[in-house]
């Protein structure tokens, strides 16, 4: 390779230092024809950048990502419960949920659905401006297009389609969550079978239903107990009131129950009117005439008939023959011994009821003691089995609670996203290309007078650099 000698390039330290030869006069037109050329160039470029750009729309929204979490917890009685919570989508430092929106909202799957919904190509769609502003949810938009409707356009279809996308990622996270949680759900599904089919089959060995018939035996033998025991003090009552019945009239039931028979019987009744009235004139006759009176014999014959008749009327009713208690019977009942009589009938015949059912429920209370005992062991044996599927029941519920709440929070995985400010339509096109190319023309002037100014006064600057 050819070497270039120091004293060959001297020739430009001449041309920079002292320039060329030419007149001032001549110096000056090539400099003012350099300038009017240079500034020719740079705005004819600025003229055709101008000319080539096309007019664009822009059409904003704006997104905002919640930052508060949802929780969710279900009681469910007697069962389990079931909890469901979902933490902030910025509680995590490493990960900010507005990147990955970013890169969902660039994609090109993205994009080519939304071209799609609007009838536009994929490249006329184009890729939307997004800023995310820093310590905010805030996600901003920017779309451009050739018209003010076809920029929001494109920005509603960006949108929905961002929604619909985030909803199939959704579902799809929920589809694969549900189907991991559903492989243990069969498990907890067969233990609930299996201790049912434990509690049926029990069920129908021993005939222990439930152990709420097992209690109600219990209750059963108490409210029996109960029963008796105010039987028994409703018994003794009666029995007092019979015996003071009994005293008072000095009879006891049976036979004043045949007092009332020979009461009830007519002839009886007439004949003992008879007999009363004729042992009447007995007494008043022999107080006024001694034994031997004809009118006081022949009232002791016509009294001895009567009482005779008495005995015999009463040994056809009552089957047997009681002088003293024939005559305990009066013919008028004053004192009312015969409704006396009526009400110790009544209290011997409730005394004897009493006695029989008393007597029946010591059977009965007999016969449930002996059928609780035969049941305690049925009955803890059945408390065990419904312990054990009542557990079974609640994991399987709980699990399956916890299924159906992990569907309700759809947005677990990715937050939700809700439009704070809608497309906006443009009323006016975007200037800053404009404005771009005219500050870069004069931008370019400046520079290229600039650098002609520098130019021209360089001789006497270089100059005296290099003599110091």
């Known amino acids: 390779m050819k070497k270039h000698h120091p004293s060959q390039l001297l020739w430009l330290k001449r041309a920079a230092v002292k320039g060329s030869n030419l007149p001032i006069n001549a110096r000056r037109w090539v400099y003012i024809k350099t300038a009017i050329g240079a500034l020719v160039l740079i705005w004819s470029l600025v003229t055709l950048t101008l000319t080539m750009t096309q007019t664009r729309y822009e059409s904003e929204w704006l997104l905002i990502l919640p930052g508060a979490g ?40 993205l994009l080519n659905e939304a071209a799609k919904t609007i009838n536009i190509s994929p490249s006329a769609m184009g890729k939307p401006k997004l ?24 920005a509603w279809a960006h949108y929905r389609n961002l929604q619909a996308l985030l909803s199939r990622l959704r579902n799809d996270e929920t589809h694969q969550r549900e189907s991991g949680v559903k492989t243990g759900l069969e498990g907890f599904a067969n233990k609930v079978s299996q201790s049912q089919h434990k509690i049926l089959s029990f069920q129908s060995q021993t005939g222990l239903v439930s152990l709420d018939q097992f209690k109600e035996l219990a ?37 004043a129950a045949d007092l009332l028979k020979l009461k009830n019987d007519q002839l009886y009744q007439q004949l003992l009117v008879i007999y009363t009235q004729a042992t ?47 005559l305990k019977l009066s013919a008028d009942d004053i004192d009312g011994r015969a409704q006396l009589m009526r009400q110790l009938l009544t209290f011997s015949t409730e005394a004897e009821g ?91 002037s400046i520079f290229c007078l600039a650098g002609l100014s520098i130019l021209w006064v360089r001789k006497p600057i270089l100059q005296k650099i290099l003599m110091t």
């Open 70 to 109: 949802a929780g969710t917890m279900v009681n469910l009685d007697s069962i389990g419960q079931a909890t469901s919570t979902s933490s902030s989508p910025y509680s995590s430092s490493a990960i900010d949920p507005r990147e990955n929106y970013k890169a969902l909202s660039m994609s090109r799957v």
């Open 131 to 154: 800023k995310l502003p820093n310590q905010t949810g805030l996600m901003q938009f920017t779309i451009s297009s050739s018209t003010a409707q076809e920029a929001q356009d494109k």
């Open 219 to 255: 209750l059963t033998i108490e409210r029996l107990r109960h029963s008796k025991v105010n039987m028994v003090s409703k018994l003794q009552g009666v029995i007092a009131s019979q015996k003071t019945l009994e005293m008072h009239l000095s009879l006891n039931a049976k036979q």
């Open 280 to 326: 009447t004139t007995l007494a008043e006759y022999s107080g006024r005439y001694g034994e031997k009176h004809p009118q006081v014999m022949t009232q002791k014959h016509q009294q001895s008939a009567l009482f005779s008749a008495l005995q015999k009327r009463c040994k056809i009713l009552l089957g047997y023959q009681d002088d003293i208690l024939m």
């Open 354 to 444: 009493l006695s029989q059912e008393i007597n029946s429920l010591s059977v009965q209370i007999d016969t449930w003691d002996t059928r609780l005992e035969d049941s305690n062991d049925d009955a803890a044996k059945l408390e065990d089995l419904h312990r054990d599927h009542e557990l079974a029941t609640a994991v399987f519920t709980s699990a399956l609670a916890k299924l159906d709440i992990g569907k309700a929070d759809i947005y677990s995985a990715y937050p939700l996203i809700q439009l704070l400010a809608p497309p906006s339509l443009p009323e006016r096109p975007n200037k800053l290309s404009t404005i771009l190319a005219l500050l870069g023309g004069i931008i370019s």
